[in-house]
């Protein structure tokens, strides 16, 4: 009964997942320079207008916005056109100009993409109150 014991032991220790770090699933995305880092999609009052969400360039070096886009419910696909480059920790309010509601609010997902088509963020909210700003 002890082997026994001792064998199922064995198997379970064996069996254990690495209780250290795993590497990053994907450690491309660290060197893509923007981030949503605000939204408010339902803002006092009117909404059209005033909505807005601030990009930053959190990359260590000035960093062109021009290809970057992004999708939403509301909004399909809007890419940044900027071409001046955002210096470091810079940031870009977007979308205060806009004549049409572009951010929903009872359910929406704003997606980032790189200008190569890869996905560095996703922003999700629900039933979003007003005044009530997203930081992810
Ligand atoms: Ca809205």
Known sequence: MKYVLFFLLCCFLTACPNPSPGPDPNPNIKTYAFRFT???????????????????????????????????????HFTFDNTAKIPAGGELKHGTGRTNEWLNNTLDTLRLYAPDNVLVQTITWANVGDGKVIIP
Do not use: F, H, Q
């Not at 339902?42 to 000035?62: K, L, M, V």
């Open 38 to 76: 605000e939204v408010l999609p339902n803002p006092d009052g009117r909404d059209i207008g005033n909505e807005y969400a601030i990009i930053r360039n959190i990359s260590n070096d000035s960093a062109a916005l021009a290809g970057w886009y992004y999708t939403g419910k509301e909004i399909t």
